[in-house]
């Protein structure tokens, strides 16, 4: 059975650094690309960023460029996002999901709440 | 970027009916789209892939249509489970693109 479980995340003050993680099981983690996936309270679904499946190349929406680094580390079977410079907009429950390049996201973590606030 | 637009935001309709659901590109993502079911405090779940692909364990009752700029979403004959809020979603370009989704609601 396909698992993502998503960590990290909590309240954080505007301009702080939270770093989430997102454990993946039954599935070959290294041959899929992965991706962050946030959605506002009450808002619609954002795409954040995504990983190829070495590492080699990552994407990421450009109201986070610059602030946001995607990562992840095949042997533990993990992804990252390490979140600086946190702003109120920023506030989401942020998923990881799996994706296949030019496809659909076809699995997905439970999401981890992130709330900036002072 | 390319903008994914929704028709209806909501819609009200009984167990039994039939729902259909519209999506549109600003521009032609060929047969790139993809269409999410999210229930309240859930994840996400994927239905259907590239246009009209069932995702394994998704009844036959949701279909999909559409090619270019137009797309569909068809649940035959709605049921308690499906009140929720549908997705569409381009996987053509950069960035990945959503909807701003279709609530579903009971009549």
């Known amino acids: 059975e396909v698992q993502l479980v998503e960590s990290g995340g909590g309240l954080v003050q505007p301009g702080g650094s939270l770093r989430l993680s997102c454990a993946a099981s039954g599935f070959t983690f290294s041959r899929y690309w992965m991706s962050w996936v946030r959605q506002a309270p009450g808002k619609g679904l954002e795409w954040v960023a995504n990983i190829k499946e070495d590492g080699s190349e990552n994407y990421y929406v450009d109201s986070v460029k610059g602030r946001f680094t995607i990562s992840r580390d095949n042997a533990k079977n993990s992804l990252y996002l390490d979140m600086n410079s946190l702003r109120g907009d920023d506030t989401a429950v942020y998923y990881c999901a799996s994706m296949i390049f030019g496809g659909p996201f076809d699995y997905w973590g439970q999401g981890i709440l992130v709330i900036v606030s002072s | 970027d390319i903008q994914m637009t929704q028709s209806p935001s909501s819609l009200s309709a009984s167990v039994g009916d039939r729902v259909t659901i519209t ?85």
């Open chain 2, 23 to 107: 999506c549109r590109a600003s521009q032609s993502i060929s047969t790139y789209l993809n269409w999410y079911q999210q229930k309240p405090g859930k994840a996400p779940k994927l239905l259907i892939y590239t246009v009209s692909s069932l995702q394994s364990g998704v009844p036959s009752r949701f279909s999909g249509s559409g090619s270019g700029t137009d797309f569909t979403l068809t649940i035959s004959s709605l049921q308690p489970e499906d009140f929720a809020t549908y997705y569409c979603q381009q996987s053509h370009t950069a960035p990945r693109t959503f909807g701003q989704g279709t609530q579903v609601e009971i009549k």
